[in-house]
């Protein structure tokens, strides 16, 4: 069910959408794409706006869980802790290779 949302996150995170993210977050992430050569910074940002937004988002089910997931790049509102609890997780270009075997 990933695929309901998390397409949809990509985008937004870098150039719009329905829900976008702030416009501050987009060339932090293109940098960051551009400094590591990889794209473990995406995944990891991913995965630190469902960590960041967990309390909010546990309690929902079926569609609301849906509408929320979509909804969350826009609802960043500190990209800085955003990145430091990305950068925390190190995902790194081993772990997205991992996943593509």
């Known amino acids: 069910y990933v695929g309901l949302y ?3 996150w990509f985008q937004t995170m870098c150039v719009g959408g329905a ?11 293109m940098d960051s794409l551009l400094l590591d ?3 473990g910074i ?7 706006v469902l960590r960041v937004e967990a309390p909010a988002i546990s309690a929902l089910h079926g ?7 979509k909804a969350l790049p826009s609802r960043v509102t500190n990209d800085n802790a955003l ?3 990305a ?8 772990h997205i290779e991992e996943r593509e075997a």
Do not use: K, N, Q, W
């Open 63 to 69: 569609e609301a869980l849906v509408d929320a997931l």
């Open 83 to 85: 990145f430091e609890v």
């Open 37 to 39: 050569g990889h794209l």
């Open 19 to 29: 829900h976008p993210a702030p416009s501050d977050l987009a060339p932090r992430i």
């Open 6 to 8: 998390a397409t949809a």
């Open 42 to 48: 995406v995944f990891a940002l991913a995965l630190a």
């Open 87 to 94: 950068f925390d997780m190190a995902v790194s270009a081993r």
